[in-house]
Nanobody
Framework: QVQLVESGGGSVQTGGSLRLSCAAS??????????MAWFRQAPGKEREGVVA????????NYDDSVKGRFTIYRDNAKKTVDLQMNSLSPEDTAMYYC????????????????????WGQGTQVTVSS
């Protein structure tokens, strides 16, 4: 069973930066994290994909609004994925969730939240104006 644990959330002002981290622990078979992704859910809204990365480093962008501001990284040996978030705005305020799945490339097999099998508990990001 894969356990995903997020960290790094917090409160920042507009224009600030945060780096989120997600680690797969437990008896995680590395195949279960072939694709790792970040989703976010703002209050009153659906959970939506932000960006994903597969074990070969291919990136799938789910949300065009973060292009040029957010960067995803993964460390295959450590089974971790980070999300560097720059130029944050209040519209980025949300609970951020890490997700993982065996299937990859992410963009081919995993198009929305219903496709991912493993989820973390989330970490809150709040951006104030």
């Amino acid at each position: 069973q894969v356990q995903l644990v997020e960290s790094g959330g917090g409160s920042v002002q507009t224009g600030g930066s945060l780096r989120l981290s997600c680690a797969a622990s437990g008896n995680a078979d590395k195949r279960d994290t072939f694709c790792m992704a970040w989703f976010r859910q703002a209050p009153g809204k659906e959970r939506e994909g932000v960006v994903a990365i597969d074990i070969d480093g291919r990136i799938t962008n789910y949300d065009d609004s973060v292009k040029g501001r957010f960067t995803i990284y993964r460390d295959n040996a450590k089974k971790t994925v980070d999300l560097q978030m720059n130029s944050l705005s209040p519209e980025d305020t949300a609970m951020y969730y890490c997700a993982a799945d065996r299937r990859y490339p992410c963009g081919r097999w995993l198009t929305d939240k219903y496709d991912y099998v493993y989820w973390g508990q989330g970490t809150q990001v709040t951006v104030s104006s």
